[in-house]
């Protein structure tokens, strides 16, 4: 069992950055892949990167370039920094974990998720 906490959402300016943060328990944390998602109300959950134990990683374009997604495996973190922020970037945004060493986009792959966080994005 892997439970999730999100950290670090709030309200920023078009242009601005914001890092999110993830803390996860468990003794496997590096045997999993980890991933960010974003939900706007009333739409799909999207995908927006996923990070492997080795650090490889692999972003959705619409971030590509801006957002970057690393992770700490001694510490059970890992964080999403976000930079030239955009308005249409607001949602809320889930850490999830997946029990699997590959890179993961699809939203049923991962097997947890944490509660959330608020982003938002003023223009």
């Known amino acids: 069992q892997v439970q999730l906490v999100e950290s670090g959402g709030g309200l920023v300016q078009a242009g601005g950055s914001l890092r999110l943060s993830c803390a996860a328990s468990?003794?496997?944390?590096?045997?999993?892949?980890m991933g960010w998602f974003r939900q706007a109300p009333g739409k799909e959950r999207e995908f927006v990167a996923s990070i492997i134990y080795s650090g490889a990683t692999y972003y959705a374009d619409s971030v590509k370039g801006r957002f970057t997604i690393s992770r700490d495996n001694a510490k059970n973190t890992q964080a999403l920094q976000m930079a030239s922020l955009k308005p249409e970037d607001t949602d809320i945004y889930y850490c999830?974990?997946?029990?699997?060493?590959?890179?993961?986009?699809?939203?049923?792959?991962?097997?947890?998720w944490g509660q959330g966080t608020q982003v938002t994005v003023a223009s």
């Open positions: 999830a974990a997946a029990n699997t060493l590959a890179l993961q986009i699809n939203t049923n792959e991962y097997d947890y």
């Open positions: 468990g003794r496997t944390f590096r045997s999993y892949t």
